[in-house]
């Protein structure tokens, strides 16, 4: 095993860099678009959807419309889904537009579960969307969205 000085360590994190910046990809997650969407939100949906375009039908979110805590936020997802072996919901994932990690969770479901229905509590940065995307086991994505307003201790800062 051969140990790099600091100089070849150096120049191997440098071609790093220059090779993420030729292929297109971001060094800085925190950049927003104009939606508030974070680039790591737009990683994260794409990671679960592909290309597809996911039909906003059939997904139930409940959460609070106003979250004085964004430390600990309630939710309630639930799918409609006839849960056969013909027809049912594979995957349930939850998303959040502006937190550091857009990707909060992934359920897994099989016929056996007898519902897509999850619940559960989730930490929200700030004042933002909620995206749950179901994926069904005939490949098609159903979406619902959520938008959270949190509230630092009460005060109405955002």
């Not at 925190?30 to 939606?35: L, N, R, Y």
């Not at 997904?59 to 006839?82: Q, R």
């Not at 937190?99 to 004042?127: D, E, I, Y």
Request: some cysteine; charged content about 20%.
């Amino acid at each position: 095993m051969r140990l790099i000085d600091r100089r070849e360590f150096l120049l191997a994190g440098g071609a790093t860099a220059a090779a993420a910046v030729v292929a297109g990809v971001p060094l800085s997650f925190a950049e927003d678009d104009a939606g508030g969407r974070s680039l790591q939100f737009a990683w994260a949906f794409r990671n679960v959807v592909g290309e597809a375009v996911p039909e906003e039908a059939q997904v139930t979110l409940d959460l609070p419309e106003i979250a004085e805590n964004g430390n600990t936020v309630p939710y309630k997802i639930e799918v409609e889904s006839p849960m056969t072996e013909a027809d049912h919901v594979k995957k349930l994932h939850l998303l959040s537009t502006a937190n550091p990690q857009a990707a909060v969770a992934t359920f897994h479901f099989t016929p056996q579960s007898g519902k897509a229905a999850v619940a559960g509590r989730m930490r929200l940065a700030k004042t933002q969307d909620v995206v749950a995307v179901a994926e069904t086991s005939g490949g098609k994505f159903l979406m619902g969205k959520r938008n959270v307003k949190v509230v630092i201790g009460g005060c109405g800062n955002e």
